[in-house]
């Protein structure tokens, strides 16, 4: 029942308009900051590393390794995705453009930065990402993923000839 409202509603469809368009700006402004402002990942990624330890540590050991041995020798690379990926994912959500795809890659940004221990506006992202991939179509339905939808998919299903034959 929950499911079936997300994903097939017109209120649910007016909900996650507002919802992804809300999450879209946030990444889409938190990308530009950093492209424009200058951005380096290795304070952020040696400080998650410091929060793996202690009697209760932020951070769990095994992300703490990953970041000591990929993340960190690989930083420059981190500088750059980063910052374009958060845009892109902006970019995606606001205009419902690969809505789910765009959703997605945010949710693993956000648990990456809560993996990292910063918490912030992460798990309210998180959610809302999470709610826009349980409706699937529906979220991006009022957007670039629904005109595509009207315009050429159902089109050509419609205009499909059900006694074509095949060629061989």
């Known amino acids: 029942m929950f499911t079936k409202f997300w994903q097939n509603h017109n209120i649910a ?26 951005f380096g990942t290795e304070g952020f990624l040696n400080n998650a590393v410091t929060l793996a330890t202690g009697e209760h540590p932020a951070v769990a ?11 960190i020798p690989n930083a420059g690379l981190f500088d750059v995705l980063i910052p374009y990926g958060e845009f892109l994912v902006g970019l ?45 179509h529906n979220a991006g339905k009022i957007g670039v993923d629904g005109l595509f939808l009207r315009n050429f998919v159902e089109t050509k299903v ?11």
């Open 61 to 71: 050991g095994w992300w703490a390794a990953f970041l000591e041995n990929f993340a």
């Open 13 to 38: 469809t007016a909900i996650l308009t507002v919802l992804r368009v809300w999450l879209g700006y946030h990444w889409l402004t938190a990308g530009w900051g950093k492209i424009t402002g200058g």
């Open 92 to 136: 995606g959500l606001l205009l419902g453009a690969l809505t789910r795809s765009a959703a997605f890659f945010g949710l693993v940004m956000n648990m990456a930065f809560l993996l990292s221990g910063t918490v912030s506006t992460n798990p309210t992202m998180l959610i809302v990402s999470v709610l826009i991939l349980v409706a699937g």
């Open 158 to 168: 419609l205009h499909r000839s059900p006694n074509r034959q095949i060629a061989s």
